[in-house]
């Protein structure tokens, strides 16, 4: 309300985002490791309903944001509400929610990390995502009690998570330009996210190239978040749009 946000916009926002983004999470994870999700799927029926069940792995990180910004682009824009001081404002959050959503990755056991014999290494038992794959690629036997010890790569992802939301958070007063934060959230979460990466083995090298898929991306990312940057700083337009309500009272009622 602070930002005169109409609730019920904000509502549809985190829906439409929400729906957007688990579909675009499933669909790169499907992408990624459609052998995994469509193993003994037989007839339509079966692969439509193994590409839902998240039971059978989930979700792509990247996926998700670029799934969430479709629904958040588009909603905004049928709205008539302007999009980049609103990032600024929610880029905080997101990468809470990145932050504890990586929690998660690690009690699933997925997006595990390269064995490793540092102090803070971890294992995954028989019922995990990484014992079935790494089992499934020959590197555990059956019978082990569980897998070698591997980076904690979802930790490292959980504190990148956090600590981009203080930076973010922190940097919101000393933004010149709507978009700015959201820009720079962009640009740090490409560069750690591209060095996270090598210490992950959950992904092999794509297009004829060492690089992941999240790695490739995040250069695509982290070149958005550049532009991004050039053109708000050749626009001149200032933070002056983002101190007064971003939603006017004639566009609330507008809207419904």
Known sequence: KGAGLDPNFVFDLTFWTLIFGVLGG??????????????????????LFAAINLSRGGLVLIGAMLGGAVGFFGLCYRRGI????????????IFVGVGFGRIGCLLYGCCYGDPSSLPWAVTFGPESAAFEALMQRGFVLPSAAACMPLHPTQVYSSINGFLLALVTWAYYRHRRHGGDVFAIGMMLYAI??????????????QLGTGLTISQLLSLGLFAVGLGLTLWLRRSGTSTAATTTPLVSVDVRHAAH
């Open 82 to 93: 302007a999009a980049l001081p609103l990032l600024d404002l929610l880029t905080p959050s």
């Open 192 to 205: 750690t996210r591209f060095l996270i990466e090598f210490v992950r083995a959950d992904e092999l090298g």
């Open 26 to 47: 499933r669909l790169f994870y499907i992408i990624q490791h459609g052998d995994v999700v469509f193993a003994g799927a037989q007839g339509l029926g079966q692969k």
